[in-house]
C-alpha cells in the first residue's frame, strides 16, 4: 500500500508543468509587466496587495536605504569581489552580512523601540509628553534612529519620508511617536540630534504594519540594489585594489602587547 504524500500549502509560488501562481495569481499573465518590484516585495510579505499610497510610501523607503557611499557594507562587498571576482553572490553575501545595529539595522531597531512604546501607549493625549517619558526612560542607553555620523544637521532622507506618508494618508504612530522625540530630546540630552532616515525608515516600515521581525529584511532587500551597482562600478572604475594596497603597504610589525 503507497502512503500518501504529505501536502504543504502555500499561498506564495507553487508550479505545475503548464503554470505558475504567485499570490494566488497567473505569474506570467497576471504579474509579470503588471506589478512592480516593490508592490510585489509588500505583496509578498504581507500576503495584500498594497494600495498605490502604500505602494509610493514603501519604495519611498527602499530608495532610501539602497547606498549611502563608501559605507562597511560596501566596501567589503567590493573586496570580496576583488579576492573571488568568480563569486558575486559572494560578495552581494558579504555586504548584506555587515547589515547590523550600526549600519542597516537601525531600521529595525528603530521600528521595535517604536513599536514598543506604541503598543504600551496606543492612544497618548500628547505625543511630546510620552515622547518626553521615553527619552528619560533610555537613561544613557542609546535611541535608536537618534544621531547621524554624517549629517549633524538633518539628514535630508527625514524631511522627506514625513512628506510622501503625510501626502498618502500614511503617518501613523510611530512617525508620530519618533517625530516627537526629534522635538523633545534636547530637554533630556542637552544637545540636538538629527533623527536619521534609516530609523525614519524603521518607523514608516512599521506604520505600513509590515512585520517588525522582518524589517531589517527590507532594508537588506534595498542595500542589495545598491550593492549591485557598488560592484557594477567596480567593474567600471575599480577601486578595491587601491583601497587593500593602502592597507597592505602601510602595515608596521609591533610586538604583542602582554596583559
Known sequence: MTAERPVYETA????????????GKDLARDVMGTVGFGELAFWLATQRRPSPGETRLFEAVLAALADHGFTPTAIVSRLTFLSAPDSVQGALAAGLLGGGSRFLGVTED??????????????????DALALDTVKAQGKARIPG???????????????????AEEEGLAGPHLSLFAAIGRVHPQVLGKTLPLNGAGTCGAVLADLGLPLELLRGFALLARTAGLIGQLAEELRDPVANDIFLSVDTNTRSVAPVEE
Not at 12 to 19: E, I, M, N, Y
Not at 152 to 162: Q, S, W, Y
Request: hydrophobic content about 35%.
Open 146 to 164: 537618534l544621531g547621524h555620523h554624517v549629517h549633524k544637521n538633518g539628514d535630508p532622507r527625514t524631511p522627506r519620508l514625513f512628506e510622501i
Open 12 to 23: 506564495l509560488g507553487a508550479s505545475t508543468p503548464d503554470t505558475i501562481t504567485l499570490l
Open 110 to 127: 528603530c521600528g521595535r523601540f517604536l513599536n514598543a512604546v506604541v503598543r504600551a501607549n496606543p492612544e497618548p493625549d500628547d505625543w
